[in-house]
């Protein structure tokens, strides 16, 4: 674990941006969470107050913000849950530091968040937990402010890696990456067309460790930036992705638990039997089978250009190692749900009621 430290000079909050927050001005702080591209801290006051600070990482506009404290609120009336964006003491949504950096603050909200779901029982959980917050958003009708472009946008990725491979022919891992590139691009066509499923308003990255657990049973979300409308394959494809691979993000083999899978399927339509409807449920399976190559894709390719997804320094030489890592892991989580793709889309007939 990330060892404390006190807010003397090498707090990495700037004084500037805690004395914004009157509370929190002559706090304790130390890293917190395991996000990989916003840096996270605990804040802790002389008079026991918490408070969750984040670093935004640059490709993130203030914005975000906006949305955030809106999506938040309207979670709040629905009586669920949340991390709440805490203003500054004279009323701003965030504070930008002396090098342009975007500062905000959050509540503290307790519970466990971990990097695997441990059991079917925590797996129906975690899915009756997204089906909640999923039908809570559903009246949800501001528009964003803060809005991401291509996110699921297969050929965008795929062009990006192709452009990484041809920018760095000289890289220490040109060689790996090329390797699986070369099958990840004859796979890709291979993939549905998504475009007729409609726009939900998505949570955008529901990896495990952005669900929190409380006492066994599914808590609050976090890591509330991405929420906006998207495809419900995408979304959930994303969140089964990460939660039925019990190896995690960080080896290179990596097999989708058919288990843990059937019970997020059935947690999600006993909590939400409102949506989605029967083709969107039908796409869920190529759905994942998308974000494990798109990830594969997003990961070899930061592997060459080492600029965007945080690394850990202990275990890895350099952010190319470990991202190379994780590009193998997510091909093999890949290639595993393509051979249990029947399968698995059997479950999902049988569990799920048509709408
Ligand atoms: C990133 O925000 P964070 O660290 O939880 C990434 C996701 C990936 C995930 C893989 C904004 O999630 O898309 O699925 O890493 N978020 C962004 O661990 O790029
Ligand atoms: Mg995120």
Known sequence: MPSSSSSS??????????????????????????????????????????????????????????????????????GMTTPRLLRTTDDARFVEDSDGRIWRALTFVQGECGDRL???????????????????????????????????????????????????????????VSRISES?????????????????????????????????AGHCLIDLDTVGLQRWPFEMGDALRSWCNGAGEDVSEAMLSVELFEAAVAGYDEANPRFPTSEEWALLVEGLATICLELTSRFLADALNEAYFGFD????????????????????????????????????RRHTRKV
């Open 184 to 216: 990840l691009f004859e796979a890709a066509p291979s993939l549905p067309d998504f475009s007729a499923a409609p726009l939900r308003v998505c949570h955008g990255d529901l990896k495990i460790s952005n669900l929190m657990f409380r006492d066994g």
């Open 9 to 78: 000079s090498s707090c990495p909050i700037p004084a500037s941006v805690l004395a914004r927050y009157a509370a929190f001005a002559a706090a304790r702080v130390r890293p917190f969470g395991a996000g990989l591209i916003n840096q996270t801290f605990l804040v802790e006051s002389p008079q026991g107050a918490r408070a969750v600070f984040q670093r935004q990482h640059p490709s993130f506009s203030s914005a975000v913000n906006t949305d955030l404290e809106a999506v938040t609120e309207h979670l709040v009336a629905k």
């Open 118 to 176: 441990t059991c079917a029982a925590q797996a129906r959980e975690a899915g009756a937990l997204v089906a909640r917050f999923h039908a809570a958003l559903s009246d949800f009708s501001l528009s964003f402010v803060h809005v991401r472009e291509g996110v699921h946008d297969m050929a965008r990725h795929l062009a990006t890696l192709q452009r990484a491979l041809e920018a760095h022919p000289h890289h220490r891992l040109h060689a790996a």
């Open 313 to 348: 320094s202990t275990r890895f030489p350099a952010r190319g190692e470990h991202n190379l890592l994780r590009g193998q892991g997510q091909w093999a989580l890949f290639r595993d749900v393509r051979n249990k793709r029947g399968e698995l889309e059997a479950l999902v």
